[in-house]
Nanobody
């Protein structure tokens, strides 16, 4: 069984914060690097952040660097995306993804499993 379920999206004002969570099955999470991606209407899916299995390595898109933080709690099989200083251009459906490797990557085609997404809307 492979399962990824995102939660925590919602509507916030510009400058506000949200914390997204992605709960994963043990089989998916135990040996997986994890990533967050987003997709706005009419646009291609965009890399946001990624984290290695151990949590020791992270990588961020330039557009979110300094504002977003990815983390994981392997004991809870959960990965998080803390989003601060949100901007209207952050509005999108946010997806978590798992790669069956301990090494983080930023290319969506290299991820094996995807959640259903959670909507984040930032008002101006």
């Amino acid at each position: 069984q492979v399962q990824l379920v995102e939660s925590g999206g919602g509507l916030v004002q510009a400058g506000g914060s949200l914390r997204l969570s992605c709960a994963a099955s043990e089989r998916t999470f135990s040996s997986s690097a994890m990533g967050w991606f987003r997709q706005a209407p009419g646009k291609e899916r965009e890399f946001v952040a990624a984290i290695s299995w151990s949590g020791g390595s992270t990588y961020y898109a330039d557009s979110v660097k300094g504002r977003f933080t990815i983390s994981r709690d392997n004991a809870k099989n959960t990965v998080y995306l803390q989003m601060n200083s949100l901007k209207p251009e952050d509005t999108a459906v946010y997806y978590c993804a798992a790669r069956l490797s301990t090494v983080l990557v930023v290319t969506p085609q290299l991820y094996d499993f995807w959640g259903q997404g959670t909507q984040v809307t930032v008002s101006s």
